[in-house]
Every structure is written in structure tokens, then in C-alpha cells.
């Protein structure tokens, strides 16, 4: 006699409602948040007391509204940043940077009180990354408008960083103006994100002469 | 010394856990996997393969990462590497970089195809010169790296349809400084060890025979001017002709290329400069390092396996791997016998 057959069982399994779902969804595309974690924080949000969920997406909402800001790029709630609209600031002063976020350990420092330009990345051929696909005409425009006495490179210390730095220098050449590089402080690869401060002080002040300003 | 070593899902091997003496032989039919133990030792202590240049290449297949687990000089040293990322750790203390964990151990690997870093391509000669560089010049790794990434850049930009001359300039800066330092620190290197080199190739031939070194640049005398110089070359030939990239390492018997030197005459001057590695790693580390002695015997005739045995530096931990083991002498070896992927210590030679 053969075995009885054993029908297949078909159990719908039980899942989250919808709107979890899209949430964890959601929480899964930001950056280090994996599904697990996903799910953990969409529990929380739904099931804690303290979660307030609402002010959560507010925030998120608020957020949409940060722009970069049309001069510098650094993070901007109006056409213009914070450190762009300061008059207190010196205009003769202008600090290029790689990325915006390499602003802020900058201002920490206390030591910077110019006008900074972030170039939205660096030149990089193995990532296809170009001159064109970066703020350089921004840069120049703004050289020619706001005539700086001093320009000062704060670009990485790695391959890529350096090979910005001169062609910056040699795009610069012709224009009546300083061009300084901070002191090759930095670890090298690591972008001035990772610096800290004490380092990076030190890096401001010392900073060596690329060329001296050309008149005429 | 390795006194411990595992090994999860590297090569062929699943799962390895064994303990090991001074001197280890380790025999086994082909395709048992010595190479692959003795090259597992070798990126356990060296983050780097004798045989490939990428790492994933060891990953047994279909499988997600290997690990290297060891305990050398009583540290404890892993290393763990996936498809899409690499983990360090001495001491169970994650390491961020690399840096600390490669002044641990050294290490100097005999194959039986060393022959070809003397009639081989330069490409060799330049691979057995980085190999050394890296133990001696914590620098030189990341110096190494820069250059290549320059040069890639470099190359990329110069295969470009209409070629930006201001962007490649813009990569000459850092090549150049790479470059430089990659080039003094093979000099030196070369010059270190070319009396070690000399020595060991006497002693093995007991001849008048002189073996010497010599470092022929690819940059020229002056890097920054040649590459100035081959802009037109470059640009024409779309990638970088002249650099590092470029060098060799000359090698003369008695003045004479080795090329036309015997089969035999090859062997010794590729014994010699491994032996050179050897005698200059013992002396910049202040012990020598450790030796994987990869199928060479089999290959050498009496003198000259008695001459490389009475050469290797006293007291460095060897692995010698070896197809047949019938004409070793038996002392104070440990045996062990390896057979599909499983390691067995042999208390003494099988019969
Ligand atoms: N990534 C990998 N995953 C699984 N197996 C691998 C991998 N790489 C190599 N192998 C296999 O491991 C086996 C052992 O190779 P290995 O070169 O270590 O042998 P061997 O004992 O040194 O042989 P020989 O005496 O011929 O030199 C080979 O069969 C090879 O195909
Ligand atoms: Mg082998
Ligand atoms: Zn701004």
C-alpha cells in the first residue's frame, strides 16, 4: 500500500499592515540601515509613547527645503547661506573646498573668517569625474566678481586632491590673485571630513604659497 | 613563529585548524592544496598573495568571504575578507588601518617558479622588489598605491577622444611625487641587497662567480624631466611611457646577462635572491623571518638542496611543502600529510 498523500497546505502568511511596510520601505534606502534595522525603527515608531511620529516627518518635510546655497554651496534655507549673507565676514578670503560637509569642521576651528566656494567634488578620471562636473566656472566667475586677495586650497592630500589643487593653479595663473594651499596636514585620503580640529588649525596656519598674485 | 593557525573557506579549504612547530614539511599528492596553505599564511601575515594580485581570487568558490585566524609571537592576528569588504583585527581589537597590524610578521616565499624572476618578464622582478620594499618601508604600500592610481588617472585621461592637456598635467604633480619615492626606495632596496645576493649565489656555487643588482629606472635620472620630455610620446601612444611602471631590475652574471646562463644557473640566481630577501629581513626586523619553502627541493639537485638548507637563516620558522619527502633527513621536523583539503600531523615519516 502506498503513503497517503499529504495535500499541500496553502496558509497565507500574516504580514505587516501596508503602511508599515512602506515605511520600513521607506527607512530601508537611508544610508547604514539595513532591514533589520528598518524594522526596528518602524516598530518604534509606531508603538512608542515618546516616538511622536509627526514631529519626525515634519522635520523630514522641513528638510526638503535645503538647497545649496547659490554662491558657496554650503547648506542654504534661502537663495543665500548663513555665511554668505554675513557682512562681518572678509570677502578678500576665499577657501575652496571638495564637498560641502568639509565646511563645517573648518568653522570650527574659529581660525577661518572669509568666504569659502565648495567645488562639489574633485577631479577624478576613475570615477569619471571631469572639470565640467564641478563648480569650476562658478569659481571663476566669482573670482573675477568678488576679486579675492587670497585664495586658499583646501582640497584632500591624496592623488586626486592634489591633481585638483594644480589644476585649480594653473587655471588661476592669470588672475591677479594669491593662491595658498593648507599645510599638508591631513592624512592623506581622507577628505577634511575626517580631520579634527587641532589639525586642521594647524593646517590653516600653515599654509604654503602656490603663487603670488599676478596685477596687470 | 606561527603556532596557530584557521583557515574558513580559503581555497579549497572549508575549515583548517592546526598547530605548528618550527620547522614544518608538509607533503602531499598535487592539487592537495600546500600552495594554497602556505599562501594562506603568507596574506595572514602580509594582507597579500605571493601568487595573485587580487585577494577574492583565494575566496573558495561560491563562497561569500575567507578567514585567516593565527597566532604568531603571541599575537592574535585575523583578517576576514568578503566581496564587498575586508576586516583586520590584532588582539580581537578591530584595526582601521593596516598599518600596525603589518609590523607584525614578515615573511620570504620560495616557489618553484621563481626561476621566471630571472628570465621572466620585468613585470616579476618588479613584483619580487615590491614584495621585499613592503617589509622593510611601512611607507612604501601606500606610496605604491598612489603611483598606480595616478598613472591609472593618467592613462584614463590620455585615452580620452580629444585628450585635456591642463587635466593630465594636473596628475604629473602626484605621479612625479609617488614616483620618486618609489624609485629611491627600490634603489636602496637593490643596493641593500646586492651583497646579500652576492654572498648567497658564492655559497650555493662555491664559484668565482659574482652575481650583482642593478636598478634601472624607468624614470630616468630625473622622473619629472623624462615625463616632461615624452609628453608627445605619451599623447601619441595614449598612455604613460616612462615611470617606475617601467623598471627592472638588471641582473649580471659576472657581468653577463642570465639569459643565456644554464637552466641550473637561473635556478641559483633566483635562490640567491630570495635567500638576499631573507638575510635583509633578518637584519632590518632583528630576527629572520618566516620562510614558505613552496615545492623548491624536488625541483634542486643534492648540492644545491643541501647548500639552500644550510643557507636558510637559523632560527626562522619554516614551511617546506613537498610532493615526496623520501630524501629528507629526519630531525626535528613536524610531519604532516594533507589530503583533500584536511591537514594530519604525522608523528614520524611514513614508511
Ligand atoms: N578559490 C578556490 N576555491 C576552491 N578551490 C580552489 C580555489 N582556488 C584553488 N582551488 C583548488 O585548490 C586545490 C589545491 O590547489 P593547490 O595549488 O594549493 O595544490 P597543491 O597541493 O599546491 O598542488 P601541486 O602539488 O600541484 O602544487 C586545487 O584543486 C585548486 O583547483
Ligand atoms: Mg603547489
Ligand atoms: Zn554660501
Known sequence: ?216 | MLEKLKLRNFRCFEALDAEFASTNVIRGPNAQGKTSLLEAICVLLRLQSPRVSSLAAAIRHEQKGFVLDGLFDARHMQFYLGAARRKLALDSVEQKSASEYLKIGRAVYFSNRDVEIVRGPADLRRKFLDFAAFQVDSAYRSQLRSYEKALRSRNLLLKEPRPNRRQIAAFDGPLVAAGDYITAARTRLIAALQPFAEEAHKDITRSAETLSLAHRRGGGADFRRTLEAATGEDLRLRQTTAGPHRDDLHLLLNGRSPEIASEGQQRTIALALRLAVCALLAEHAGRPPLLLIDDVFGELDFERRNALLKRLPAGSQKFITATDIAWMAPGEARLFHLAAGRLAALTKPPG
Not at chain 1, 166 to 182: D, G
Open chain 1, 1 to 216: 500500500m502506498g503513503e497517503r498523500q499529504i495535500p499541500a497546505l496553502h496558509v497565507k502568511r500574516v504580514e505587516y499592515p501596508g503602511a508599515i511596510k512602506a515605511l520600513i520601505g521607506q527607512l530601508k534606502r537611508m544610508p547604514g540601515i539595513g532591514p533589520r534595522s528598518a524594522e526596528r525603527i518602524a516598530l518604534w515608531l509606531v508603538l512608542s509613547r515618546d516616538a511622536k511620529p509627526r514631529e519626525i516627518a515634519e522635520a523630514i518635510g522641513e528638510s526638503a527645503r535645503i538647497t545649496p546655497c547659490s554662491k558657496c554651496g554650503f547648506f542654504a534655507e534661502e537663495a543665500l547661506c548663513e555665511i554668505c549673507r554675513d557682512d562681518s565676514r572678509s570677502p578678500e578670503l576665499l577657501c575652496i573646498v571638495e564637498q560641502p560637509t568639509d565646511i563645517l569642521p573648518l568653522e570650527r576651528t574659529g581660525m577661518f573668517r572669509g568666504l569659502y566656494h565648495s567645488l562639489g567634488g574633485r577631479i577624478s578620471p576613475l570615477d569619471h569625474i571631469g572639470p565640467e562636473n564641478l563648480r569650476i566656472d562658478a569659481l571663476l566667475n566669482r573670482v573675477k566678481t568678488e576679486a579675492p586677495e587670497e585664495i586658499i586650497l583646501a582640497l584632500g592630500g591624496d592623488v586626486e586632491g592634489e591633481a585638483t589643487a594644480n589644476y585649480l593653479a594653473e587655471l588661476l595663473e592669470q588672475h591677479p590673485v594669491a593662491l595658498t594651499r593648507i599645510a599638508q596636514g591631513l592624512p592623506a585620503g581622507a577628505g577634511l571630513e575626517s580631520a579634527d580640529e587641532l589639525t586642521l588649525s594647524r593646517a590653516l596656519s600653515g599654509r604654503t604659497k602656490m603663487k603670488m598674485p599676478k596685477f596687470g
